[in-house]
T-cell receptor, first 111, second 118 residues
Framework: GNSVTQMEGPVTLSEEAFLTINCTYT??????LFWYVQYPGEGLQLLLK???ADDKGSNKGFEATYRKETTSFHLEKGSVQVSDSAVYFC??????????WGAGTKLIIKP | DAGVIQSPRHEVTEMGQEVTLRCKPI?????LFWYRQTMMRGLELLIY????????DSGMPEDRFSAKMPNASFSTLKIQPSEPRDSAVYFC????????????????FGAGSRLTVL
């Protein structure tokens, strides 16, 4: 079946460091891919998405490219801020409504 | 838009009591989801409604759990009787059901209801 694997956290970085959070997937067909972010005490919110191979999703300085050849959708940001501290979830669109979620990666940014 | 509204934000109850969680989805969204989040199991889809009709309730853990959506602007998740293992954060989310390229899978989550069963 379809699945999503994320790198385990927590990931701890200093402010202005480069961020990569790895996400790989297993799927049949051509699913949409998503990154959601959950700030402390809040619900998840969509960060970015990509709907087909080679698409790049971007938002708030974060980027992720849909790589079909490596079945990956890694999240990157060039210079992180303390306010980026949150839990990041990679997800795969399994059908018109079902989302397959990664386990989440906690990101801690130190000033 | 006020977003997805959930209540209560926090609930502490004793084992055996009935718990009712409430959700108001975004106006115009016709898909509604209830999720449960725990450290051990992550995010679990409990039930999915489309146009107020339950489409997939395969994630509902057992008969103690029930969910209703009497109209497009309101849904409830009820646990009766509650048990300590039900302690979790319960999220409601809504989306505009559309074609795969335009809106499907893009969920807007509420802030969650943190349930503690003693």
């Amino acid at each position: 079946g379809n699945s999503v694997t994320q790198m385990e956290g927590p990931v701890t970085l200093s402010e202005e460091a480069f961020l990569t959070i790895n996400c790989t997937y297993t799927a049949t067909g051509y699913p949409s891919l998503f990154w959601y972010v959950q700030y402390p005490g809040e619900g998840l919110q969509l960060l970015l998405k990509a709907t087909k191979a080679d698409d790049k999703g971007s938002n708030k300085g974060f980027e992720a490219t849909y790589r079909k050849e490596t079945t990956s959708f890694h999240l990157e940001k060039g210079s992180v801020q303390v306010s980026d501290s949150a839990v990041y979830f990679c997800a795969l669109g399994d059908s018109n409504y079902q989302l397959i979620w990664g386990a989440g990666t906690k990101l801690i940014i130190k000033p | 838009d006020a977003g997805v509204i959930q209540s209560p934000r926090h609930e502490v109850t004793e084992m055996g009591q009935e718990v009712t969680l409430r959700c108001k989805p975004i106006s115009g969204h016709n898909s509604l989801f209830w999720y449960r989040q725990t450290m051990m199991r992550g995010l679990e889809l409990l039930i999915y409604f489309n146009n107020n009709v339950p489409i997939d309730d395969s994630g509902m853990p057992e008969d103690r759990f029930s969910a209703k959506m009497p109209n497009a602007s309101f849904s409830t998740l009820k646990i009766q009787p509650s048990e300590p293992r039900d302690s979790a954060v319960y999220f409601c989310a809504s989306s505009r059901k559309a074609g795969a390229l335009s809106g499907a899978n893009v969920l807007t989550f509420g802030a969650g209801s943190r349930l503690t069963v003693l």
